[in-house]
């Protein structure tokens, strides 16, 4: 009798652990998917709002240096990230009474970041493509990004220039863009503010 009823027992155990895992199975992965929203109206904005103060370089009113301008950008998560929020920044229409030494219409593709603190900043064709050209006008626009990463973030030591992914040999013939660039603030004569 104790081994009947210790067979029925086991049995029965093992029906209510059958059944238990296929509702597991079909409930648990729509349970473990759904996300719970968040309903703080402050926890969406607040990570948008997050900001850093950068220098950024433009070209100053004689036409012949840079001019830092402090400015709040997005903050972004690591080096990277925030090398591409400062060149984001960068890119974008200047501030009032400033020029900025980017051609219209350059966009940022991508970075890379070396364990030398060397950055590769991929740009697209239009860095070339609507560069006026000039010996000044290629070095401001070079140093004008050079500038901009290396005096925000200590970790990039130099900045070498792609186009579409490639290596370019110069915007406008007249600087070797073959290899990185390390910070020169000879160009850069006085700081301003936004």
């Known amino acids: 009798m104790t081994l009947r009823r210790d067979l029925l027992m ?16 079909l409930v648990g992965p729509r349970w473990l998917a759904t996300p719970v929203p968040d309903n703080s109206p402050a926890a969406a904005p607040a990570a948008d709002a997050r900001k850093i103060h950068a220098r950024l370089f433009y070209v100053d009113p004689d036409g012949e240096h840079l001019v830092a301008v402090e400015q709040e950008v997005p903050y972004g998560e690591g080096t990277i990230e925030q090398a591409k929020r400062i060149l984001e920044a960068e890119l974008a229409a200047p501030p009032a009474d400033h020029l900025s030494a980017i051609p219209a219409g350059t966009k ?9 603190g060397e950055a590769y900043v991929d740009l697209s064709r239009e860095l070339q493509s609507n560069h006026p050209g000039g010996t000044t006008g290629e070095t401001l626009t070079v140093y004008s990004l050079v500038d901009t990463l290396t005096a925000n973030l200590p970790a990039i030591t130099g900045v070498q220039l792609l186009i579409d992914g490639k ?15 390390e910070q020169n603030l000879i160009y850069a004569n006085r700081q301003s503010s936004p």
């Open 108 to 116: 940022l593709k991508a970075l890379y970041l070396t364990s030398k």
């Open 167 to 181: 290596e370019i040999d110069s915007l406008a013939g007249h600087l070797d863009l073959r290899r990185p660039f």
């Open 10 to 25: 086991y049995v029965g155990l093992a029906a209510v652990l059958a059944v238990a895992l296929v509702v597991l199975l």
